[in-house]
């Protein structure tokens, strides 16, 4: 099921920030949405970012951006002032079709953590 590599998780302080990298060498990303979730232990998946396919719409929260690198078949995910309450593994996704929710994607990574200290 692991088709992805998702990596730059880290430790980082209150405010902090950190850049998410999300590849494969299995096929090319510029023709898919790729989506980023997010779990903690005890809580539900969670959509954070989303870079939709060519000619779709973006989705996300302000302090988190997702770009491509097609030249490096490489997403990113920038996420910027960072709290503890972000302290999570962090996922990236691949789907045909435009973003939307986790179950709506085909291909996952195997997670990179994030934590957030005060």
């Known amino acids: 099921q692991v088709q992805l590599v998702e990596s730059g998780g880290g430790s980082v302080q209150f405010g902090g920030s950190l850049r998410l990298s999300c590849t494969t060498s299995?096929?090319?990303?510029?023709?898919?949405?790729i989506g980023w979730f997010r779990q903690a232990p005890g809580k539900e998946r969670e959509g954070v970012s989303c870079?939709?396919?060519?000619g779709f719409p973006n989705s996300g929260k302000g302090r988190f951006t997702t770009s491509r690198d097609n030249t490096t078949n490489t997403v990113y995910l920038q996420l910027n002032s960072l709290k503890p309450e972000d302290t999570a593994i962090y996922y990236c996704?691949?789907?045909?079709?435009?973003?939307?929710?986790?179950?709506?994607?085909?291909?996952w990574g195997q997670g990179t953590p994030v934590t957030v200290s005060s």
């Open positions: 870079i939709g396919n060519p």
């Open positions: 996704a691949a789907g045909r079709t435009a973003c939307g929710r986790w179950y709506e994607y085909d291909y």
């Open positions: 299995r096929f090319s990303l510029h023709i898919y949405a």
